[in-house]
């Protein structure tokens, strides 16, 4: 079996996700679930970055233990998580042990094949970004990202050597268009290197919060330097087995946030190639979403939280909204009246629709038994699906989920204008049986399709879609050959039928 492995990025826990962090777990969730459906073993993790100077700070203003503030925090993470329905295989957090044996093990490893070295750093450093900033790039003295004065920073560190792997990045980003996804990211990192790259400064002095340098016990390691590692540190890497590493590095997808491409297109590679380790196969930038023009933020207030969102559409519309209305590659917005809209035109009106006008015939015309499956009814299902799966799996594969979406689409709104088009109604009044129960194998063959391409989605949904089918709704033995394979004569009743999607009124304005 074909594995996959898939990550995000591990959030500073000093503050709760937002939409925008909920956001891009829910597109890895659909690609790992989607990955599953389609037969890899698939790993898929998430976590959190804990040794942040916000985080420190966060902790001791609130008169807490560090580590018992991200104990509090990381427990809060999980718990969206797992309200969203997100299915990480593991949860990595920085403040494991395990990982940082393997922060100390890449450090020295590194030091030892020469690319770290000892310098004296001075510079300005913004702790929202956790990076050094240049004069330039401050508008009114202030880190345009966080409206924030950065502090000025003088000590000797120890630096790692990213200017020395200029050339190899530019060569492998180069022979490998599928690196860094998508194309308008690739040209900035391109770019940057065009540039010139820098060595970066990778400890931090007389910090206490962070892993401690194996060479220097007065110094931590730099955050960015610290988190990276997780996508090894998390498979075993230089732990006591390395059975995942062997079994599932390199990885197969990073999916992380645009703004922090740098990190994992060029630091990240550059640490992987000057530690001797493979790179992974895809960085994916995926873009922001904005609540009303605006990119959400903890400084900047205009916070949607996920967990409300969740509550109010239910965990798997919400998914199913973020998806299908924000490209992955690109920026979106979210509004609760635009999702209210999508919500009762695509789910309430066609998806919804579609179900129970189907199953409602088939309980009122044959007391709920699957009609045979005929060469008739084969015939139009396959003009009502056709071209879906292929389509749906090609851009899955490049994480188009909005696409994917609109290709089942494109079929749902076929099957309704197909019941229009056949009036069933009318073939039992004029008791055409033959014609009535091929119009509603067909339709039933459109749905059981749908659900199974339904299921990295709207996992829950997909379930109930199974249920009120009548076919097996354990979602983790479903395999997505299902959907190109209709006609099962196993198929024999529906089951009890409920609305999948009840129509949403636009909440009262306040
Ligand atoms: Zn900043």
Known sequence: MSKYYVTTAIDYVNAKPHLGTAYEKIGADCLARYKRLAGFDTYFLMGTDEHSTNVE???????????????RMAEEFEAVWAKLHISYDQFIRTTDPSHANAVQDIFQKIYDNGYIYTGLYKGLYCVSCEEFVGEKDLVDGKCPRHQQEPEWIEETNYFFALSKFSDRLRNHIETHPEFIQPDIRRNEILNVIKLGLEDVSISRTGKKWGVPLPMAENQVVYVWFDALINYVSALGYAGGSNEKFLRYWPADCHIIGKDITRFHCLIWPAMLMAADI?????????????????????????????NEMASFFGADVLRYILLRGIAFNRDGDFTVEQSITRYNAELANELGNLFSRT???VQRYR????????????????????????????????????????AMWKSIQAANRYVEEKKPWELARADDKAALWNTLRALLEVLRTVSVLCVPFMPVKAAEMRGQLGLPDDISAMKLEE?????????KKIGAITPLFPKLESPAEE
């Open 483 to 491: 959907a190109r394979n209709p006609g099962d004569t196993g198929w």
């Open 359 to 361: 199953l409602s015939m």
């Open 367 to 406: 007391k709920g038994e699957i009609p045979e499956w005929t060469s008739e009814a084969g015939a139009d299902y396959n003009r009502l699906t056709e071209g879906m799966v292929d389509q749906y799996q090609v851009f899955m594969d490049r994480l188009a989920f909005d696409e994917a979406l609109d």
């Open 278 to 306: 493979t790179l992974p196969k895809c960085v994916f930038g995926h873009g922001f979403v904005y609540s009303r023009g605006t990119k959400m933020s903890k400084t900047l207030g205009n916070i949607v939280d996920p």
């Open 57 to 71: 700070k966060e902790a001791a203003q609130l008169g807490e233990d560090a580590q018992a503030y991200c104990d």
